[in-house]
């Protein structure tokens, strides 16, 4: 891997300029081992340490990571509250540039710069897999610091929060088709899913089983299988989209609803697992003015969060866990009656919901 250093912030794309500021601290480093820029961003420790994933992933510009891990880290702030845990919003970003692949050593001295990074904040943030990392690779940060969560099975830890994260988005699904339809019931429902990842994947393979009719659709091709395998139609990504269905569920990278987006869906709702899904504030007014009705991100992916933190509880129970991850689908359609009854959008009620506990 060849790395060049960072250039100064005047050369840099003009996006981070936009990104909103409001954290408690952001830490910036170049990690010693892997020459890599590396962000820990804390945005909130009201309600207690701040817990969010590690992302490793390519941006055009250190920056863009930067900006990713403000972003990110003030949406998980919102997540944990309305999931109602006791933990603070953060984000840790690793920027890797653009057509940089890293090899089994480079990810290793990756994950221990980002150990030490965290390390550094005394306790403020946790950390856990997330898009780029895994389990596996927490075990490593693991060996530099203890605020790290989500450690395989097979070396002490609860493993990888994909299995919950897509259960609530489920419930979150559920709760969508009975506003919209007046039922439950995913039998016969023509639904979109962008993005087969880790919860992806999974999502398909419930919905799929219980009767849904799929539209499926990755950036990496090999996904494919999947879609056969299930017995769901592929599109390209770029299409997705466009294609006429029920509900439309993006389970990739942040962003997907921008104004072009939202004008050429054929929805009725929009519920999926991505964080950040709008590229601009504005887009759940656009949604709403569209009549598709959008379940808000933040509280829709909380099954991961709320997995982490109550399975690392010496007093853990999976069925207690389970449960607090299917009333993911109560508070989904607790926001749609108040955006209703107080004439907002979904966000405004989804922010209300959790800004009550950051007071």
């Given at each position: 891997?060849?790395?060049?250093?960072?250039?100064?912030?005047?050369?840099?794309?003009?996006?981070?300029?936009?990104?909103?500021?409001?954290?408690?601290?952001?830490?910036?480093?170049?990690?010693?081992?892997?020459?890599?820029?590396?962000?820990?961003?804390?945005?909130?420790?009201?309600?207690?340490?701040?817990?969010?994933?590690?992302?490793?992933?390519?941006?055009?510009?250190?920056?863009?990571?930067?900006?990713?891990?403000?972003?990110?880290?003030?949406?998980?702030?919102?997540?944990?509250?309305?999931?109602?845990?006791?933990?603070?919003?953060?984000k840790?970003?690793?920027?890797?540039?653009m057509?940089?692949?890293?090899?089994?050593?480079?990810?290793?001295?990756?994950?221990?710069?980002?150990?030490?990074?965290?390390?550094?904040?005394?306790?403020?943030?946790?950390?856990?897999e997330?898009?780029?990392?895994?389990?596996?690779?927490?075990?490593?940060?693991?060996?530099?610091?203890?605020h790290?969560?989500?450690?395989p099975?097979?070396?002490?830890?609860?493993?990888?929060?994909?299995?919950?994260?897509?259960?609530?988005?489920?419930?979150?699904?559920l709760?969508?088709?009975?506003?919209?339809?007046?039922?439950?019931?995913?039998?016969?429902?023509?639904?979109?899913?962008?993005?087969?990842?880790?919860?992806?994947?999974?999502?398909a393979?419930?919905?799929a089983?219980?009767?849904?009719?799929?539209?499926?659709?990755?950036?990496?091709?090999?996904?494919?299988?999947?879609?056969t395998e299930?017995?769901?139609?592929?599109?390209?990504?770029?299409?997705?989209?466009?294609?006429?269905?029920?509900?439309?569920?993006?389970?990739?990278?942040?962003?997907?609803?921008?104004?072009?987006?939202?004008?050429?869906?054929?929805?009725?709702?929009?519920?999926?697992?991505?964080?950040?899904?709008?590229?601009?504030?504005?887009?759940?007014?656009?949604?709403?003015?569209?009549?598709?009705?959008?379940?808000?991100?933040?509280?829709?992916?909380?099954?991961?969060?709320?997995?982490?933190?109550?399975?690392?509880?010496?007093?853990?129970?999976?069925?207690?866990?389970?449960?607090?991850?299917?009333?993911?689908?109560?508070?989904?359609?607790?926001?749609?009656?108040?955006?209703?009854?107080?004439?907002?959008?979904?966000?405004?009620?989804?922010?209300?919901?959790?800004?009550?506990?950051l007071?």
């Amino acid at each position: 891997m060849t790395l060049h250093p960072p250039t100064t912030l005047h050369a840099a794309p003009s996006f981070i300029a936009n990104a909103e500021f409001g954290h408690e601290k952001v830490l910036i480093s170049t990690g010693r081992r892997s020459g890599l820029v590396i962000t820990v961003a804390v945005h909130s420790t009201v309600l207690g340490q701040a817990l969010g994933g590690a992302r490793m992933w390519n941006y055009p510009h250190w920056t863009d990571a930067v900006a990713d891990a403000l972003r990110l880290s003030a949406a998980m702030t919102l997540k944990n509250s309305a999931a109602g845990l006791h933990r603070g919003g953060g984000k840790s970003v690793i920027h890797l540039p653009m057509g940089v692949t890293l090899t089994a050593d480079e990810k290793r001295d990756a994950m221990l710069d980002l150990g030490d990074a965290i390390e550094s904040l005394n306790g403020a943030y946790m950390t856990a897999e997330d898009v780029g990392t895994s389990a596996e690779l927490m075990a490593i940060v693991a060996e530099r610091t203890e605020h790290v969560c989500g450690l395989p099975a097979d070396q002490g830890g609860v493993g990888e929060p994909a299995d919950a994260t897509s259960a609530g988005v489920y419930a979150s699904i559920l709760a969508t088709c009975d506003a919209l339809f007046g039922s439950r019931d995913v039998r016969g429902r023509h639904i979109v899913i962008s993005g087969l990842g880790q919860v992806g994947g999974r999502l398909a393979r419930a919905l799929a089983a219980a009767g849904a009719v799929l539209t499926v659709s990755d950036v990496n091709l090999d996904r494919r299988l999947l879609a056969t395998e299930i017995g769901a139609a592929w599109v390209d990504a770029d299409e997705a989209h466009r294609v006429e269905a029920d509900l439309f569920v993006p389970c990739g990278l942040g962003g997907a609803l921008n104004p072009q987006v939202i004008a050429e869906l054929k929805v009725g709702g929009v519920v999926g697992a991505a964080n950040n899904q709008l590229a601009y504030r504005h887009g759940a007014a656009e949604l709403a003015g569209r009549g598709i009705l959008w379940a808000p991100d933040f509280v829709v992916n909380g099954g991961g969060v709320i997995y982490l933190d109550m399975a690392t509880q010496p007093d853990a129970d999976a069925s207690a866990i389970s449960l607090r991850v299917e009333a993911i689908g109560d508070t989904v359609a607790t926001i749609f009656r108040e955006s209703v009854s107080e004439g907002i959008t979904t966000l405004d009620a989804a922010e209300r919901l959790a800004e009550a506990r950051l007071v």
